[in-house]
Every structure is written in C-alpha cells, then in structure tokens.
C-alpha cells in the first residue's frame, strides 16, 4: 500500500550529472533512516547512501563518497540522490527505500553498512545508465 515515487534516472556520458528523486505520501520521511540502493546487472544489491533522520548523519558507500550527495527536503518529503562524475561503472537500477526501525543509519568506520532486510518499502527504481 505504500508507494514511494522515484525518478530522475537517464543516459548520461561519463562525467556527466543525475540527480535522483524518492517521494512518498503515506508518512514522513524525516522520522526514519532513509536509504539509497542500487543494482547492477549480475550485481548483488548493495547500499549507496543514507539518511538519517531529523538532520542526522549521512553516510555513503566508499565507491561514490565525494562524488554523490544525498539530501531532504522535509517540505516536500522527499530524499534526493544528486550524483556526479558518473562512472560507467555508476550504471545500476537505483532504489530509494525506508527503514521504519531505525532513525540512524547503519555505518562501519563511516561507511554505509545497511541490513537490507531492515529496509521496510522500497522504490520501484529508476535506470541509471552512464556510457564511456
């Protein structure tokens, strides 16, 4: 019953510029770690980016950290994926998804470590497609 609503996702050259969008209506984003995720074909899924709530940490995955820059917009209830210097190896399905037992996002020596099955609702995903 809950839908998030992602978009943003496209064909870019490498170097090139997204920024991604997750909405969603039924609750306030901003009470809960919030998560970005990807998946690459023939990938494992893995987590990208994470919100914590209420003006928290947020953390990256080492691979996008200084590239990627993950916000909210509590207004609007939405989280925003706006990534940059894309790589080719940047191509994936990007999902947005929301943990409803945390407020604090998961980390090991600052780096973003999520339990994904902690992850309540998920994003349908959008493609993210960089070529060379």
């Known amino acids: 019953q809950v839908q998030f609503v992602e978009s943003g996702g496209g064909l870019v050259q490498a170097g090139g510029s997204l920024r991604l969008s997750c909405k969603v209506s039924?609750?306030?984003?901003?009470?809960?770690?919030i998560g970005w995720f990807r998946q690459a074909p023939g990938k494992e899924r893995e987590g990208v980016s994470c919100?914590?709530?209420?003006?928290?940490?947020?953390v990256y995955t080492d691979a996008v950290r200084g590239r990627f820059t993950a916000s909210r917009d509590n207004a609007r209830n939405a989280v925003y994926l706006q990534m940059d210097s894309l790589k080719p190896e940047d191509t994936a399905v990007y999902y947005c998804a929301a943990n409803l037992m945390r407020t604090v996002c998961q980390s090991e020596r600052g780096t973003y470590s999520p339990t994904q099955h902690e992850y309540n609702y998920w994003g349908q995903g959008t493609q993210v497609t960089v070529s060379s």
């Open positions: 919100l914590s709530a209420r003006a928290g940490s947020i």
């Open positions: 039924e609750f306030a984003l901003d009470y809960y770690a």
